[in-house]
């Protein structure tokens, strides 16, 4: 992608209406753009992130069977009067279709319309287990959007619904959904400051899990045991003011972003709903549930939120919109001629690269350039060109280093490969 002709116009000036450092930054680099309270238009490099961030998500997630579906947006009052939540959710926009009269739901979670679903697929043990996911936006009325991406009313979700023939089949998945989220964590590069956290279970289980990712902008606070990296939320450590792991009473309050749950529903939504199975001996038997969700919105703003310094943002490579920044310095024939060249051999190996192509200033370009937070910024100018070589210089890095022309593939390939 050429500089030039991309949607990016990067600002210098504090957002005046960003109340978070996410959204200062995702604003100022033209990854998202703020409609209204808690709602945003993600842009080309916005979109660019959030897709990697969903490709890291669907790996993992399908490495544990999960089956992606999409279910709609628009859900009936009926299946939210079923399950009693037409009353007591605070947080739903309802509204009433103008022609039929019926009065409908925008989707803040889909058990209403999973649990109904799966009614059609699924009737003997032999059709379990099941898991179904989807990546969709979610609709909550928010009494506070804050945060920028971190509480939005519109906002993108991971939600994962498993059927289960036993408590025992369920709890071995509950364990595997855990794992996949550390994968995921990790892979985006906030593995180290994201803790399992233990939440109330509800009525039916112990314990639910949350993910919390340590930064001074999270709304939770987390009770962290160092031994064990794990942590308690507010509710339990009212309850037990130890670590659940190692019985360790010297916990440490630190602030949190939640930015994904796991739950073991058990018969919450199936009993409802009649959803049951055949067991071998012919009987029905209730189907057991867990529900596992990720924000990816809230992720992304989390990333941001461990991930930046005063000059902006700096992306785990695994998620960056682009691999790498280009930037001819001068622009001279020979200073261009060369940035073009490589630019275009980037392309052809797959490398992702943006050139900044303008004809701005070098200062403005590496303003930018480190606003934007790709993490490999690569240099052409008269100075490059005498020792024929390139300078790159990481934007999680202090140095730059001069490769020759010829290293450049490989010198890109082990950083891309060790992240
Ligand atoms: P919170 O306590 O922060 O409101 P929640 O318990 O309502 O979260 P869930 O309903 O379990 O969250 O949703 C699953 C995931 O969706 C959360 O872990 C979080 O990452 C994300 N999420 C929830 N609400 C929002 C929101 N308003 N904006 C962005 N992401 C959200
Ligand atoms: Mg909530």
Known sequence: MKFSESLIK??????????????????RGSYIDQLASGVYTYLPLGLKTIEKISSVIRDEINKIQGQEILMPVLQPKENWQKTGRWETEDNLYKFTSYYSKTDLVLGPTHEEVVVPLAKKFIFSYKDLPKYLYQIQNKFRDEKRA????????????????????????????????SNAYKNIFNKVGIGSKTYKTFASGGSFSKYSHEFQTESDSGEDLIYLCKKCKVAVNKEIINEQSTCPECGNPKLTEIKAIEVGNIFKLMSKFSAPFGLTYRDRLGEDKPILMGCYGIGLGRLM????????????????????????????????REVLTETKRL?????????????DDRSESNGVKLTDADLIGIPIRLIISNKTLESKAIELKERARDNSEMIQYDNILTRIKEIVDVK
């Open 146 to 177: 804050k945060g920028g991406l971190l509480r939005g009313r519109e906002f993108i979700m991971k939600d994962l619904y498993s059927f289960h023939s036993s408590k025992e089949d369920l709890d071995d998945y509950y364990e595997k959904a």
């Open 343 to 355: 630019y275009e051999k980037l392309m052809k190996k797959k490398i992702e690269v943006i050139w």
């Open 10 to 27: 990067t600002r210098r000036e504090k957002v005046k209406e960003a109340d978070s450092i996410n959204a200062d930054l995702l604003i």
């Open 301 to 332: 703003g989390a990333i941001v939120e461990v991930s930046h310094d005063k000059d902006g943002l700096i992306w785990p490579i695994e998620i960056a919109p682009f691999k790498v920044h280009l930037i001819n310095m001068g622009d001279n």
